[in-house]
Nanobody, 120 residues
Framework: VLLQACGGGLVQPGGSLRLSCLAS????????MGWYRQGPSGHRDLVAT???????TYADSVKGRFTISRDNAKNLVYLQMNGLKPEDTAVYYC???????????????WGQGTLVTVSS
């Protein structure tokens, strides 16, 4: 199973970016998919997650600015980021809970990370 994230870049404060993450490989089903970020502190923190039923979780710092969505049929997860602030600067990682067969356990996979820099 491979997660490929893209969409990062340099943006001015107040700007927008949309991150995408595709899960591919031997996948029977995906459960929770989400985004985490790792900034200068070195901690990898939750940004947003979405279950396959549409239930969402957001970090308080991004509520009202970021929106997570997914395409279950294509194993894609998106993160629309509006109103970006310098403190949003980080490497953003996608994560997916994947079942590789009907009877297998759920395993968790990480994407390679995409850098978001918010600066004027």
């Amino acid at each position: 199973v491979l997660l490929q994230a893209c969409g990062g870049g340099l943006v001015q404060p107040g700007g927008s970016l949309r991150l995408s993450c595709l899960a591919s490989g031997n996948i029977f089903s995906t459960n929770v998919m989400g985004w985490y970020r790792q900034g200068p502190s070195g901690h990898r923190d939750l940004v947003a997650t979405m279950g396959n039923g549409g239930d969402t979780t957001y970090a308080d710092s991004v509520k009202g600015r970021f929106t997570i969505s997914r395409d279950n049929a294509k194993n894609l997860v998106y993160l629309q980021m509006n109103g970006l602030k310098p403190e949003d600067t980080a490497v953003y990682y996608c994560k997916a809970a994947v079942r590789r067969s009907r009877f297998s356990d759920i395993n968790y996979y990480w994407g390679q990370g995409t850098l978001v820099t918010v600066s004027s």
